[in-house]
């Protein structure tokens, strides 16, 4: 990861800006519904150890006085889903070593849905983080 | 399967609103099928080069660019460590999901 933020360092003009996106490590939380209409059924249960290591990195860069951190922004990301077969697809795209079984969220978001209108959307809602950081020029050599 | 990503364009307006984007050469680094590629095309930058090292995702999102955006999107097989671009190229680069 380090070796990665420092390919960018390079590659970028001089005060030249790096954005970091991805999932923060929050517990991301599953429900029905969409938009202010949105209910949370039940919360995951992920292994956050590689957004850890990820952390680390950007700090360690920070620390190398490659980039200095510009601004910080999160936000809820929504991925909407049709259907319960959807919801179980996208569940079993987990490596199981960042997400082990959630059978039991699945049934839990089925028994949910039962009670619902025909055609309620599933949705898990999970929080993103966008680190902005600006090349320190003249920091290598 | 049916999944619909940020279908409130949460994530768009976040992007937005962090710099200028027009007229800057992009280097998306883990674009994927090029889903936030295209999003970050309307932002109306000169050059975005989107990466991906799947070559299969790299040949789903060539298929899928829109004729209005061929070019100022480049999508090539390749990833974070080894970028081959000579120094100071890029006004943004944008690790997307990869760290």
């Known amino acids: ?141 | 399967m049916t999944l619909v990503m940020d279908p409130t364009g949460d994530e768009t307006y976040a992007l937005k609103g962090i710099t200028n984007w027009r007229g800057k050469r992009i280097l998306e680094v883990g674009c994927g099928d090029g889903r936030l590629t295209l999003r970050l095309a309307g932002f109306n930058p000169e050059k975005i080069i989107a990466l991906d090292p799947d070559p299969k995702l790299i040949r789903t999102a060539r298929k899928n660019l829109p004729e209005k955006y061929k070019e100022r999107i480049e999508y090539r097989a390749g990833n974070a460590e080894h970028v081959k671009h000579k120094a100071n190229q890029f006004d943004v680069i944008i690790f997307s999901w990869v760290l």
């Not at chain 1, 590659?11 to 429900?31: C, S």
């Not at chain 1, 992920?46 to 700090?59: G, H, L, M, P, S």
């Not at chain 1, 980039?67 to 259907?83: A, C, G, K, N, P």
């Open chain 1, 1 to 141: 990861m380090v070796h990665a933020l420092t390919e960018a360092h390079r590659v970028l003009k001089p005060n030249g800006i790096l954005m970091d996106l991805r999932p923060a490590a929050k517990h991301r939380r599953a429900g029905l519904g969409e938009g202010k209409h949105w209910k949370r059924v039940g919360v995951m249960r992920e292994n956050f150890d590689d957004d850890i290591a990820a952390d680390r990195a950007v700090k360690q860069v920070i620390r190398d006085d490659l980039f200095q951190q510009e601004s910080l922004i999160e936000f809820d990301l929504d991925r909407v889903m049709d259907t319960l077969q959807d919801f179980h697809a996208w569940l079993d795209d987990f490596d199981v070593e960042k997400l082990p079984s959630h059978d039991w969220l699945y049934q839990k978001v089925e028994r949910a849905l039962e009670k619902k209108p025909a055609g309620t959307k599933i949705a898990v809602r999970g929080l993103m983080r966008l680190r902005v950081l600006k090349k320190i020029v003249d920091s290598i050599d």
